[in-house]
């Protein structure tokens, strides 16, 4: 992210006036009464990302119960359904402390930049398809090794 630093140093600090006046001429319209005086809210991709990591996690577990361990379940007793929950600890768990440090290491300013949107996108697909995608993926492996065994 060195080249998302040097951008972010590049830039002008949020809310500043490039041009000669920040007034508005007469005849004009001023800003919206609500946002008068206050600064547009600012995004801050550390917490966004951190709430999306905490959401995926809900959906990965919700997922891992209900798709992984129910579709095994209808297969007989095993102790496959357990070592699908064990999977969770070993994959999902580290790669969204990945995410999550990748995001807490910028800066207050990086934090800010709406230059890191296309970052934030790429991340947060990544997250919610792993979140999703795994669960039914460890489901087809687990039902072939099932088949398999037995």
């Given at each position: 992210m060195d080249r998302i630093s040097e951008h972010a140093a590049h830039?002008?600090?949020?809310g500043s006036s490039t041009g000669?006046?920040?007034?508005?001429?007469?005849?004009?319209?001023?800003q919206d009464s609500r946002t008068a005086g206050?600064?547009?809210?600012m995004i801050d991709w550390r917490r966004k990302m951190s709430d999306h990591i905490a959401y995926a996690l809900l959906v990965y577990t919700a997922l891992q119960i209900f798709v992984t361990v129910g579709a095994l379940k209808a297969h007989g007793g095993s102790l496959l359904p357990y070592f699908?929950?064990?999977i969770l600890v070993v994959a999902i768990i580290p790669a969204c402390r990945r995410f999550e440090?990748?995001?807490?290491?910028?800066?207050?300013?990086?934090?800010?930049?709406?230059?890191?949107?296309?970052?934030?996108?790429?991340d947060r697909l990544a997250l919610w398809a792993l979140a999703i995608g795994l669960p039914f993926a460890l489901t087809a492996?687990?039902?072939?090794?099932s088949v398999v065994f037995k």
């Amino acid at each position: 992210m060195d080249r998302i630093s040097e951008h972010a140093a590049h830039q002008s600090a949020p809310g500043s006036s490039t041009g000669p006046s920040s007034m508005p001429k007469p005849g004009t319209f001023a800003q919206d009464s609500r946002t008068a005086g206050h600064p547009a809210p600012m995004i801050d991709w550390r917490r966004k990302m951190s709430d999306h990591i905490a959401y995926a996690l809900l959906v990965y577990t919700a997922l891992q119960i209900f798709v992984t361990v129910g579709a095994l379940k209808a297969h007989g007793g095993s102790l496959l359904p357990y070592f699908a929950l064990v999977i969770l600890v070993v994959a999902i768990i580290p790669a969204c402390r990945r995410f999550e440090s990748r995001w807490n290491r910028l800066t207050d300013d990086q934090a800010h930049d709406p230059a890191l949107a296309s970052y934030y996108k790429r991340d947060r697909l990544a997250l919610w398809a792993l979140a999703i995608g795994l669960p039914f993926a460890l489901t087809a492996v687990l039902r072939g090794l099932s088949v398999v065994f037995k």
